[in-house]
């Protein structure tokens, strides 16, 4: 029988924060940055120009086709050195925090655009067709009348790929860095506790999730109520 | 004012519209009936450009909608539109439906707008329901804000798709009796519907300005009851008959002719 000792997680809980910090920073960005990126493209898919339509589909298309690790890995080994030439950075400066940002970002917007496609189309096109009468240009029609709606009929879902999102944050494990999870494991490591600080993080994460989706599950009853 | 010429539209295989004309000059109410599926609703729909057509040409106070290069938009500000649907915008306070096109369209300062919105909700009877949300009114009431909101932009006429085809019985009239007020206030109007009460009062009010003119043949039920109704009041409209003098289609493809039930049941 495994002797459990779960001594070293208090004297780790401030490390841990830290970690959960980095985490709950990327999660925060890429969740503001992805549905901005994402809700463009979702307008320039539905867009009838078929260039910017076709443009959109193939980013959505990519980003969707490959595994999140990967993306992951290339911005750890292009992003940094890029901004580093473009921003004459030290070679010092830390720029894996940005990189992953930028990564999730940029990966989430994908299904953050599909999500957010779906909610333009659930906006009747009489909506659009009442706007557009009244003189709007197509894009003011889109801002004013119909992503408000489409955001509103896809809150729930939206909300429910961000908290996907912060369980897929724990990937940056892949550049050492030390979120949440990267810092559990590094406590366990040192320690030499793995198990017990991996089901601990796998509690945590548990907690916040099961807790997020009930709350997202409120939501949902009284959007539609 | 509004100019339809020779105009032919098509969905896929079925023509909605052919050779279609019409003409409504200033001032002038124009009823459009006939059965449902006869293309009423895409006239009016392609006489603000929210639907193209084919062939022919629509001038509206001097702007030609088919031309490539013609502000829409524009064009749009200075027609006003009521759906049969209301398409009021859910997500904004009804004052808030009113504003939004004056100040992002037109470019009025929120005063303004605000001034001119609350004038309208006045004259429409509603400016107690300013701050409720669309949804919170009946649909009588959501159509007179449909009004008032396209009233807002100071159009030069109005188009009606079936304003009242969506609405409860008993809250047609209080829709009808603002869309007779606009009729007398010499608001050019075209306005598709079934409900020929309306036409009748409009007309009996000044017949010479007032037509009327359906696609097809009606029905034969309602044809009658238009005659009846010609034969009592002489200066009535030429409802639903097939002597429409402003407007020319030919008959739709068969399956069409379904509908016919539909538009007789709805009067």
Redesign the interface.
């Known amino acids: 029988m495994y002797d459990f000792d779960w001594s070293s997680i208090p004297g780790a809980l401030p490390f841990l924060w830290q970690g959960m910090k980095v985490s709950l920073g990327i999660t925060a960005v890429a969740v503001a940055a992805g549905i901005a990126w994402g809700t463009v493209l979702a307008v320039m898919r539905l867009s009838p120009a078929r260039a910017v339509s076709l443009f959109a589909a193939g980013y959505v298309g990519l980003f969707r086709s490959v595994p999140l690790v990967m993306v992951l890995l290339w911005f750890f080994l292009i992003v940094p050195s890029l901004l580093r030439d473009v921003l004459r950075l030290s070679h010092a400066t830390d720029l894996r925090l940005a990189s992953a940002m930028v990564a999730f970002a940029l990966f989430e917007a994908a299904y953050y655009s599909e999500i957010m496609r779906a909610g333009i189309q659930s906006v009747s096109k009489g909506q659009r067709a009442a706007a557009l009468a009244l003189g709007m240009t197509p894009l003011q029609a889109m801002w004013h009348v119909v992503l408000p709606q489409a955001f509103r009929n896809m809150l729930p879902l939206l909300l429910t790929q961000a908290i996907i999102l912060f369980q897929d944050t724990s990937l940056v494990y892949v550049s050492a860095l030390a979120d949440f999870f990267g810092a559990a494991y590094k406590v366990g490591d040192r320690d030499g506790r793995l198990v017990e600080m991996l089901l601990f993080a796998g509690a945590v994460y548990f907690v916040l999730c099961s807790a997020a989706s009930w709350a997202v599950r409120l939501l949902r009853r009284r959007v539609l109520a | 004012m509004i100019s339809v010429r020779d105009v032919y539209k098509s969905y896929g295989e079925v023509e909605v519209l052919a050779a279609c004309s019409v003409d409504v000059r200033k001032g002038e109410v124009i009823v459009v009936c006939g059965p449902s599926g006869s293309g009423k609703s895409t006239l009016i ?1 392609c006489i ?1 450009g ?1 639907e193209p057509f084919e062939r022919g040409q629509i001038v509206v106070d001097g702007v030609e909608v088919g031309r490539r290069g013609t502000n ?10 009521v ?1 049969q ?1 209301f ?5 904004m306070k009804v004052i808030d439906n009113l504003t ?2 004056q100040v ?3 470019g009025r300062s929120r005063e303004e707008a605000r001034r001119k919105a609350l004038a309208l909700l006045d004259r429409v009877g509603l400016r107690e329901h300013a701050d409720k949300h669309p949804g919170q009114l009946s649909g009588g009431q959501q159509q007179r804000v ?1 009004i008032a ?2 009233l807002a ?1 100071d159009p030069v006429c109005m188009l009606f798709d079936e304003p009242t085809s969506a609405l409860d019985p008993e809250m047609i009239n209080e829709v009808l009796d603002v869309m007779v007020g606009l009729a007398r206030d010499g608001m050019t109007m075209v306005v598709v519907t079934h409900e020929m009460g309306f036409a009748r009062k409009v007309a009996s009010r000044s017949s010479s300005w007032t037509r009327a003119a359906s696609w097809r043949k009606p029905p034969r039920r309602s044809s009658s009851r238009s005659r009846g109704r010609t034969a009592r009041g002489s200066s009535s409209p030429r409802c639903c008959t097939t002597d429409g003098p402003a407007l020319d289609r030919l008959s739709p493809k068969p399956p069409l002719i379904a509908g016919q039930s539909l538009s007789a049941g709805s009067i």
């Open positions: 729909k603000n929210l829409l938009s524009r064009l749009r500000a200075r027609v006003g539109m759906f649907q398409e009021l915008f859910p997500h939004i096109a992002k369209v037109l449909a909101r396209s932009l």
